[in-house]
């Protein structure tokens, strides 16, 4: 957990530094679709956000990716109960920040969770029907 700001504003100029170069880096494409939803290289939530939770996975350990990221869920779903909000970030080179952290060779950052109640005057995007990617008795030939 990260409540320091000092080390918070740390995080971001590093995170931020590696959105600049994947910024720089996508195809025509992806950048068309993070302009049309105003995603850009600078993360403000990082600073802002009260608290930041760093989530890692061990890499010796068998579906060390899968577990942790159903728990990411859960800690997501647990939020939403006390009203509290978070959006999953995920630097683009994570394993360039593990000494940030002081974290472990075996250790591999997952998300940055920043915890905080909600600023976005937005109501959430409108999801899919569930109906429209549930296949029911479907097998290829």
Known sequence: MID?????????AACEEQEKRFHGSVEASLEEWFRSRNITWQKPHLTEAPILLAVF????????KES???????????????SL????YTPPYPED???????PE????ETILPIGYSADPRSKEERR???SFIYRNVMSQ
């Open 4 to 12: 320091d700001p000092e080390t918070r504003k740390r995080l971001r």
């Open 57 to 64: 996975s061990n890499r010796k350990m068998p579906y060390a």
């Open 68 to 82: 942790v990221w159903l728990s990411v869920g859960y800690i997501i779903l647990a939020l939403e109960e006390r």
């Open 85 to 88: 909000s978070t959006v999953t």
């Open 97 to 103: 920040l593990r000494n940030l952290f002081n974290a």
């Open 106 to 109: 075996e250790c591999m950052l």
């Open 129 to 131: 029907p569930f109906q």
